[in-house]
């Protein structure tokens, strides 16, 4: 059975840092691609980060660049978000997604083609 499990949200100040961790299990972590979404108050799903299997790619929405930055270890069967210089725009549950086949070699930021998700972290950047 496959299993997500995020953790490391938590209330944070603008400006502040978080790291999410995304444990997985159930599947051969290192051969899909994996993505983290959010979901902010009110909103639909976004698409955040993705990273190959290799971590050779890394890709982000526009709004997270220079501020977030995704990771992999394989070893230990792990997916990281570090976030930097937090926004209060940034207040959402945050998702991580295996993407639906093994050795997929591009970027997806559609949430279709994930088949399996977390339960989530919420994180909330406030003064």
């Known amino acids: 059975e496959v299993q997500l499990v995020e953790s490391g949200g938590g209330l944070v100040q603008p400006g502040g840092s978080l790291r999410l961790s995304c444990a997985a299990s159930?599947?051969?972590?290192?051969?899909?691609?994996m993505s983290w979404f959010r979901r902010a108050p009110g909103k639909g799903l976004e698409w955040v980060s993705g990273i190959s299997t290799g971590s050779s790619s890394t890709t982000y929405v526009d709004s997270v660049k220079c501020r977030f930055t995704i990771s992999r270890d394989n070893a230990k069967n792990t997916l990281y978000l570090q976030m930097d210089s937090l926004k209060p725009e940034d207040t959402a549950v945050y998702y991580c997604?295996?993407?639906?086949?093994?050795?997929?070699?591009?970027?997806?930021?559609?949430?279709?083609?994930?088949?399996?998700w977390g339960q989530g972290t919420l994180v909330t950047v406030s003064s």
């Open positions: 997604a295996k993407y639906k086949t093994r050795y997929y070699t591009d970027s997806s930021y559609d949430a279709k083609d994930y088949d399996s």
């Open positions: 159930g599947f051969t972590f290192k051969y899909y691609y």
